[in-house]
């Protein structure tokens, strides 16, 4: 039996989306549909209800589901085995699937790939940029070894998650921004600060999503004006221009803050926010999956 029919199988099983398992697998949604038929065909079994909204496992797919993780799961600890026996000398091989959200993809990441090229250039690393939600969903369809998710809170039955460093936070402006210039009469209280305009990451990351809450709390009458991107650096720009204020992690704005570019925001402070490393309860780490784990302290700010 093909496993790239089971894999395809179990993200669509857990996305019930056949594009959004399109996105997850960079396939043509054509191909992920024709997979699943050919599965099903294979199998003589009904595995998915087709509705309106999407696709939902039949009784017949929720029990097959949990046999075709097993199977994957075994696959994936057969090839790390391979990896290993092909070094005789001992050296740490094979490929690790890894995911961030944008913020640590940019300032962190590249640094631990770096530092692992040299220590283990065996180790082929596949990073991915994803949100939390969507990272979660790939660590259980096998789609991920490891993922980073800037949380302060985790609560997954299956997806175990380890606190592994604090990212600190900096709500900055232009140094050329009234709330900047001002710094000299008061800083900016939370008042002030609801009357700005923002530009702030995406929704779904947790620490603009709650900037944001607190912000619309202390608003009263006054409707902030917020515009999110998906992009860091769109943010950045904006901020930089002139055209409002925005919170990201010191990590993404250091050379910009140095060059004076960017400047901090004196008012109230924020709490860092968590940095966890999630991955699968059940699955196995590969010894590739563990060196990276061990790498990854090296290059967080410890507390």
């Not at 968590?274 to 563990?290: C, D, G, K, T, Y």
């Amino acid at each position: 039996m093909d496993t790239r029919l089971l894999r395809t199988f179990a993200a669509v099983a857990r996305t019930e989306n056949l594009t959004a398992a399109a996105e997850r697998l960079h396939l043509a949604q054509s191909t992920v549909t024709a997979q699943v038929q050919a599965l099903e065909k294979e199998l003589d079994l009904r595995l998915f209800d087709r509705l309106p909204r999407g696709v939902v496992l039949t009784s017949a797919g929720r029990e097959a589901l949990a046999q075709v993780e097993a199977v994957l799961e075994a696959e994936s600890r057969l090839r790390a085995v391979a990896a290993s026996a092909g070094g005789a000398d001992g050296r740490v091989t094979g490929r690790v699937v890894v995911a961030a959200g944008e913020t640590l993809v940019s300032a962190r990441l590249p640094g631990v790939i770096a530092a692992l090229r040299r220590s283990h250039p065996g180790i082929e690393v596949d990073l991915r940029t994803m949100g939390t939600a969507t990272a979660v969903a790939a660590l259980r369809t096998g789609e991920l070894d490891l993922a980073l998710l800037l949380e302060d809170e985790t609560a997954f039955r299956d997806i175990s998650c380890t606190p592994l460093a604090r990212e600190p936070l900096v709500l900055v402006c232009s140094p050329e921004h009234p709330v900047a210039r001002n710094a000299a009469d008061a800083p900016a209280d939370w008042a002030e600060l609801a009357r700005q305009d923002y530009f702030l990451h995406e929704q779904g990351c947790s620490y603009s999503d709650r900037f944001v809450d607190r912000l619309l709390t202390e608003a009263g009458g006054t409707q902030p004006r917020i515009t999110r991107f998906g992009s860091l650096e769109a943010a950045r720009s904006c901020v930089a221009a002139g055209l409002g204020l925005s919170l990201l992690a010191r990590a993404n704005i250091a050379d910009a803050l140095a060059a004076g570019r960017l400047a901090q925001v004196p008012g109230p402070r924020f709490p860092d926010v968590a940095v966890q490393l999630a991955r699968h309860r059940r699955r196995w780490l590969s010894p590739a999956a563990a060196a990276l784990t061990a790498e990854l302290p090296h290059h967080f700010p410890q507390q």
